[in-house]
């Protein structure tokens, strides 16, 4: 994907904003909203700037705070490649081409994919590659690779795609200082460290750096009224991540994620905080809803099976190892009537 003349506008308002904001940080993050409805070509961008502004309009919203500390504690190339990834070839170019595809081959392709990766080699490295470069080729830019064990193959497989956004889970262990420094020339990924009380030393080491950098948190039946109340997201503020991602535990029942989530959306608009709250799966649904008209959280999981809202179709057919992404689509996303017919529906 080149340049196109949008691209390189909204890139220079960004690239602009991020010299003007030192000087006048609320009027700035107030104008860039403002330029980005003029080029919003989609109701999810629009939607989303609309909202953006009716929450800047108060003087002391905490998004500016959580915007003003990105600016000053990110690296400022991080910030623009990583958002002009995910802003402009994601959810505009990408999106684009994803609704030409689903439209003319009748199949259901999700805006991002999550990666599962455990053993990393030269034959996994090869796979991964494969599944990036057909992703692209769908619409597809951002990619979360969800890891355990050691990352360092990974992220230096990852320079080789610097028009794709990718966000790296892990925990803090993977983080040693080399990993870190590796990292810091990475600009296109953001970081997703699985909390843990003693993460302190870890999160100084990322801003030391200028990472981007966000903490997610699996939570089970005993937090959920601690969330609903917004008392559970206070004790994250002075570690200031970008984002705080929850993913339901295995004892969270389909009915309890349903009540929380109308909590979390209620939360994010009635009171405001220096971080932006996910509940993961579900608001990768919800875009994805917005974008192909039907929601699905799509991964691959560590052998290769395609993964539909956390869980994995165990067929040959359903393989990304042994068949081409859009055919695994194809098979398990197919869509009749403009429908998805789901595998095993």
Same mark, same amino acid.
């Given at each position: 994907?080149?340049?196109?003349?949008?691209?390189?506008?909204? +890139? #220079?308002?960004?690239?602009?904003?991020?010299?003007?904001?030192?000087?006048?940080?609320?009027?700035? %993050?107030?104008?860039?909203?403002?330029?980005?409805?003029?080029?919003?070509?989609?109701?999810?961008?629009?939607? @989303?700037?609309?909202?953006?502004?009716?929450?800047?309009?108060?003087? #002391?919203?905490?998004?500016?705070?959580?915007?003003?500390?990105?600016?000053?504690?990110?690296?400022?190339?991080?910030? /623009?490649?990583? *958002?002009?990834?995910?802003?402009? #070839?994601?959810?505009?170019?990408?999106?684009?081409?994803?609704?030409?595809? +689903?439209?003319?081959?009748?199949?259901?392709?999700?805006?991002? /994919?999550?990666?599962?990766?455990?053993?990393?080699?030269?034959?996994?490295?090869?796979?991964?590659?494969?599944?990036? +470069?057909?992703?692209?080729?769908?619409?597809?830019?951002?990619?979360?690779?969800?890891?355990?064990?050691? !990352?360092?193959?990974?992220?230096?497989?990852?320079?080789?795609?610097?028009?794709?956004?990718?966000?790296?889970?892990?925990?803090?262990?993977?983080?040693?200082?080399?990993?870190?420094?590796?990292?810091?020339?990475?600009?296109?990924?953001?970081?997703?460290?699985? &909390?843990?009380?003693?993460?302190?030393?870890?999160?100084?080491?990322?801003?030391?750096?200028?990472?981007?950098?966000?903490?997610? !948190?699996?939570?089970?039946?005993?937090?959920?009224?601690?969330?609903? @109340?917004?008392?559970?997201?206070?004790?994250? +503020?002075? /570690?200031?991540?970008?984002?705080?991602?929850?993913?339901?535990? @295995?004892? !969270?029942?389909?009915?309890?994620?349903?009540?929380?989530?109308?909590?979390?959306?209620?939360?994010?608009?009635?009171?405001? &905080?220096?971080?932006?709250?996910?509940?993961?799966?579900?608001?990768?649904?919800?875009?994805?809803?917005?974008?192909?008209?039907? *929601? &699905?959280?799509? *991964?691959?999981?560590?052998?290769?099976?395609?993964?539909?809202?956390?869980? @994995? %179709?165990?067929?040959?057919?359903?393989?990304?190892?042994?068949?081409?992404?859009?055919?695994?689509?194809?098979?398990? /996303?197919?869509?009749?009537?403009?429908?998805?017919?789901?595998?095993?529906?």
């Amino acid at each position: 994907m080149g340049k196109d003349i949008d691209y390189i506008l909204i +890139e #220079n308002s960004v690239k602009k904003a991020l010299r003007d904001i030192q000087d006048n940080p609320k009027r700035t %993050i107030r104008n860039l909203v403002d330029y980005g409805l003029e080029f919003a070509k989609g109701g999810f961008q629009k939607q @989303s700037l609309q909202l953006a502004q009716r929450l800047l309009a108060d003087e #002391n919203c905490r998004y500016y705070d959580l915007i003003g500390n990105a600016v000053e504690h990110v690296d400022p190339k991080t910030l /623009l490649s990583f *958002g002009m990834n995910v802003g402009y #070839n994601a959810c505009t170019m990408g999106v684009k081409r994803i609704r030409l595809l +689903e439209a003319r081959e009748q199949l259901h392709i999700p805006w991002s /994919l999550f990666l599962k990766v455990k053993d990393f080699d030269e034959v996994h490295q090869k796979q991964l590659c494969q599944i990036i +470069e057909e992703g692209m080729e769908l619409g597809i830019y951002v990619f979360v690779f969800v890891v355990e064990g050691q !990352v360092e193959q990974l992220l230096s497989m990852l320079f080789e795609y610097e028009q794709c956004a990718f966000v790296l889970m892990c925990r803090k262990e993977c983080l040693h200082e080399e990993v870190l420094d590796q990292i810091a020339e990475l600009h296109n990924l953001m970081l997703s460290v699985g &909390y843990e009380k003693d993460i302190d030393t870890t999160v100084a080491d990322m801003r030391k750096r200028g990472l981007l950098y966000g903490l997610h !948190v699996v939570y089970g039946k005993q937090e959920l009224a601690e969330i609903e @109340s917004g008392q559970f997201f206070q004790s994250f +503020e002075p /570690l200031w991540p970008l984002s705080v991602a929850l993913l339901a535990d @295995s004892d !969270v029942e389909e009915k309890e994620k349903a009540k929380l989530d109308q909590a979390l959306c209620t939360l994010r608009i009635t009171k405001s &905080y220096p971080t932006f709250i996910l509940h993961l799966q579900e608001d990768i649904q919800r875009i994805d809803e917005v974008f192909s008209n039907e *929601g &699905y959280c799509v *991964g691959i999981d560590e052998q290769g099976f395609l993964m539909l809202n956390g869980k @994995s %179709i165990y067929q040959a057919a359903a393989n990304v190892f042994q068949r081409s992404l859009k055919t695994v689509l194809h098979h398990c /996303l197919a869509k009749q009537d403009g429908c998805v017919c789901k595998e095993g529906d």
